[in-house]
């Protein structure tokens, strides 16, 4: 998880708003209760999150679950397995951080690029905190050292790490949170949904106009207009790129997608990556892992029928699942085809 003193002003600024929007959008509007849509806003997982949803449901039993699981998985929280665990080379992993830590080895094992038991290289630049830094290169590789899945010993649910590996499911929690909402919200019968964690987000059921879900993806180079819309049925969408969180040192910019096969903060030649597809998690882990590839690797993914993949490349050209012909709309002329 990310440091959440990254975001301090950030919340500090929303908080009265956040308070008076609580108050407000956990309130169903009037009329029918079961066809009006609920909201809420509320901030977790490191970021400002939202759900709009239909249904007898109790909105808040799932802003509940995404705060739950965010605690549980989130690296900075003392009461959490992840931080003992890190903090003291040993742990048993239950609940979240078990399935989670499964699902990202498994996960790795089919795509590699992105591997949870990097917490050493993401403490050591620091990119997301308060004090991001360019570390010497002797640092970088010891820590690479630590970086592996063959590093950890494991039996059951008892982990140990003897080199001082330590753990970091920012790349697949939020795909994870969202999987668990859309569990849940299957299981009480809730028939619509919008669940945006930032940089991932659920669509679910039918919308009550029965047309497609449209959803904006933002221009990397203007990140407060959008470069294009898309329509999609019911699906998990994440978005990863370098232009949101990052740091400059001297005269250099430094993300915090980091690429381990160097140790350093990735240096792309594609500027964001949205995956399409059935799964949160995978969904999260996906777009990571694709944009750290480039280019060269993005026809593999292009023409893999369980994702759907919307690349934007650092020349502003545009590159997509053919699947998704006819179903992409641009904003403005940016765009080159795929």
């Known amino acids: 998880m990310k440091h959440k003193t990254a975001f301090v ?33 509320f901030f977790a997982m490191d970021t400002l999150c939202s759900i709009t949803m239909q249904g007898e ?17 989130d690296r ?12 003291e080379g040993s742990a048993t992993l239950s609940g979240s951080a078990a399935v989670l830590f499964d699902k990202s080895r498994e996960l790795y094992e089919q795509y590699g690029l992105v591997d949870i038991t990097c917490g050493g290289i993401v403490s050591l630049w620091g990119i997301t905190g308060d004090s991001p830094r360019v570390p010497a290169d002797d640092e970088i590789a010891a820590e690479l050292e630590k970086v592996g899945f063959d590093k ?6 008892a982990y140990d790490a003897p080199l001082g590996t330590q753990l970091d499911f920012g790349a ?16 009480n019968g809730d028939g619509y949904a919008v669940v945006s964690l930032g940089s991932s987000t659920l669509l679910y059921g039918q919308r009550p106009d029965g047309e497609p879900f449209k959803t904006g993806i933002k221009d990397p180079f203007s990140p407060d207009e959008l470069l294009l819309t898309f329509e999609s049925g019911e699906c998990f969408v994440s978005t990863s790129g370098g232009y ?7 005269g250099r910019r430094y993300i915090h997608i980091l690429d381990l096969k160097t140790g350093c903060p990735c240096e792309s030649d594609l500027a964001s990556v949205t995956v399409i597809c059935k799964s949160g998690v995978k969904s999260d882990f996906l777009s990571t892992a694709i944009f750290i590839d480039g280019k060269a690797g993005l026809d ?17 050209k545009i590159y997509y699942s053919p699947s ?15």
């Open 76 to 87: 900075y929280d003392e009461g959490s397995e992840v931080y003992r665990f890190n903090t």
């Open 9 to 41: 002003v950030i919340c500090f600024a929303l908080a009265l708003v956040l308070i008076g929007a609580m108050l407000l959008y956990l309130q169903k509007k009037t009329g029918d209760e079961k066809n009006e849509a609920m909201k809420a806003d």
């Open 244 to 250: 949101e969180r990052y740091f400059e040192a001297g």
């Open 57 to 73: 449901g109790d909105i808040g039993q799932y802003r509940m679950l995404i705060t739950r699981i965010g605690r549980e998985l």
């Open 300 to 316: 593999k993914y292009l023409n893999d029928d369980s994702i759907q993949v919307i690349a934007v490349d650092n020349d502003k």
């Open 324 to 338: 998704l012909e006819g179903k992409i709309k641009m904003k403005g002329s940016k765009g080159g085809g795929n």
């Open 152 to 157: 950890l010993r494991y039996g059951r649910s």
């Open 172 to 187: 697949v929690a939020k795909g994870y949170a969202l999987d668990c909402v859309k569990s849940e919200l299957k299981q």
